[in-house]
């Protein structure tokens, strides 16, 4: 019996597999010291826009039980990403955080398609903006399709 074809099947099956993964060559060299930084910076951006968000008029941003309102990210967000600063604090390394950033970051575009739904306040919408930039400064560290400012 002649099994080439499936060898040659399972290999290029293999070959697409592992071409599909993200490499750590395509994610900005770790720096501890930098990533512990920018998710300290991004704590601080999530809990100013928690706060920002807590000012809204409650028919703007939904109820805090309701786990699809924007008061309901705001907050998700302030914890996950307090969460993730201390971790980071803590000497927790790329491996054992990046979890806890694809979460943080599934969250955030939801949260950028509520905001956008919504009819926030300026000072609301400069709040969410500091958020956004400061997830640009630490995604190269997590996610290969960032820009790394290459």
Do not use: C
């Amino acid at each position: 019996m002649h099994r080439t074809p499936i060898r040659v099947f399972t290999a290029a099956l293999a070959f697409a597999a592992l071409a599909s993964l993200p490499a750590a060559a395509d994610l900005a060299k770790w720096d501890q010291q930098r990533v512990t930084a920018a998710a300290q910076d991004l704590a601080t951006a999530s809990e100013a826009w928690w706060q920002a968000v807590r000012r809204q008029p409650l028919e703007m941003v939904g109820d805090a039980a309701d786990e699809g309102s924007i008061l309901n990210k705001a907050r998700v967000l302030q914890e996950m990403s307090a969460g993730l600063a201390s971790h980071l604090k803590e000497g927790q390394g790329h491996d054992k955080t990046v979890d806890m950033y694809k979460s943080f970051k599934e969250v955030t575009d939801d949260t950028e398609e509520a905001a956008q739904r919504a009819a926030l306040d300026e000072p609301t919408m400069d709040a969410w903006a500091k958020v956004a930039s400061a997830l640009r400064v630490i995604a190269p560290y997590y996610d290969p399709k960032a820009d790394a400012g290459k």
